[in-house]
């Protein structure tokens, strides 16, 4: 394990072993609302309601840390604690063999998706929470029962299932040809076929995403979406920042028209 501390985050390089150390599970449990998944870590944000369990977390780090190098913690853990309101970033020091887990969706009618697992893993499992938090009904170590009776929870459930990977687990989502007629039962007019074998709806579903509107959305909404991203992202915006930063905006910028383009209909 290496810790650096940076200006604006603590950053922990750890092997998969210690990331499921109980002590590390706890305090990432904790954190489910606050916490960005990435391919090979994850990025935990402050939460002043959770600040004794922070402390507490970066007490059993500073003592685990310098068991590992042998040497005394209480210097620097007081450095730690300094960093106390900043992001922590832990990254994983290799990158594992990808490991797939099979998560299965089942519609039971346009309101309401179960999302389950095969067995246990509360990596896959708190992701989702965190990106569901506020629409999940109920849920276990293998299973959540998501509300999805709006726009927005349809839309929030669509860019969370647009990612397939997280730390080293491979995502497979499984679902049968009935999922997406039952859940945009509302748009019956719109033609989902096989999602499995069809490569344009699968096109068209990444261009809803894009814009943020839920499949099926109507003109007005792709509009107003459109609009509203293309003001975020344009990159007059970034002019003045970093090279990359302007490339990000003008790549967005670049997606959002291709997008639009693809969706809207010209009379």
């Not at 969370?160 to 995502?171: E, F, G, P, S, V």
Request: one cysteine or more; glycine letters at 2%.
């Amino acid at each position: 394990m290496d810790i650096v501390l940076r200006d604006n985050l603590i950053l922990i390089t750890t092997d998969f072993d210690t990331l499921n150390t109980p002590w590390m599970r706890e305090f990432l449990n904790h954190h489910t609302r606050g916490m960005l998944f990435l391919p090979k870590a994850v990025l935990v944000f402050r939460n002043e309601s959770l600040k004794q369990i922070r402390e507490d977390f970066l007490h059993k780090l500073s003592e685990h840390h310098a068991k590992v190098h042998d040497f005394n913690h209480q210097f620097f853990l007081r450095s730690m604690l300094k960093y106390g309101s900043q992001p922590i970033k832990i990254v994983m020091n290799k990158m594992e063999e990808p490991e797939t887990v099979k998560v299965n969706l089942y519609a039971y009618d346009k309101n309401t998706v179960l999302i389950s697992l095969d067995q246990p893993n509360a990596w896959i499992i708190n992701y989702m929470r965190s990106q569901l938090e506020v629409y999940v009904e109920r849920g276990t170590d293998i299973s959540l029962v998501v509300d999805v009776s709006d726009f927005k929870a349809k839309s929030r459930l669509e860019k969370a299932l647009n990612k397939k990977h997280i730390l080293h687990y491979q995502i497979q989502y499984t679902f049968d040809n009935k999922f997406m007629s039952k859940l945009y039962s509302d748009f019956a007019s719109f033609s989902f076929g096989d999602l499995v074998k069809e490569n344009t709806i699968e096109e068209k579903k990444h261009f809803y995403t894009i814009l943020e509107c839920p499949i099926g959305a109507s003109q007005d909404a792709l509009k107003k979406s459109y609009k509203k991203l293309t003001k975020v992202y344009h990159p007059d915006k970034v002019f003045h920042e970093a090279p990359h930063m302007v490339e990000h905006y003008t790549n967005k910028f670049q997606l959002l028209q291709e997008a639009y383009e693809a969706l809207r209909i010209v009379s």
